[in-house]
Nanobody, 120 residues
Framework: QVQLVESGGGSVQVGGSLRLSCVASGFAYCMAWYRQAPGKEREGVAYITSIVTATYADPVKGRFTISRDNAKKTLYLQMSSLKPEDTAMYYC?????????????????WGQGTQVTVSS
């Protein structure tokens, strides 16, 4: 069992930046960020493996950076050039196996979520 606790969400204006953090209670080869806006399905934002291979969803490429500190069991998401469409609940996720992809059905553990609101 891996428990995930996110922090760092908040309200920011268009073009601003935020950094999300997620502390894990155990190790997971694949960790990811997902988000869910009201009335929409949960979507993958980015994932990163323990050997620091990262993949991003097209809407966030060039603006978001995922990283992890394996010693601290902490996952990060640096978000820049934020847009109103980035407004969502952001969830930290972990996968037990070693096959990483941005598919919510693959996720074994979820955090409770942290809200990000971008206003114009």
């Amino acid at each position: 069992q891996v428990q995930l606790v996110e922090s760092g969400g908040g309200s920011v204006q268009v073009g601003g930046s935020l950094r999300l953090s997620c502390v894990a209670s155990g190790f997971a080869y694949c960790m990811a960020w997902y988000r869910q806006a009201p009335g929409k399905e949960r979507e993958g934002v980015a994932y990163i493996t323990s050997i620091v291979t990262a993949t991003y969803a097209d809407p966030v490429k060039g603006r978001f950076t995922i990283s992890r500190d394996n010693a601290k069991k902490t996952l990060y998401l640096q978000m820049s050039s934020l847009k109103p469409e980035d407004t969502a609940m952001y969830y930290c996720a972990a996968v037990r196996g070693s096959f990483c992809r941005l598919v919510a059905a693959d996720v074994d553990y979820w955090g409770q979520g942290t809200q990000v609101t971008v206003s114009s």
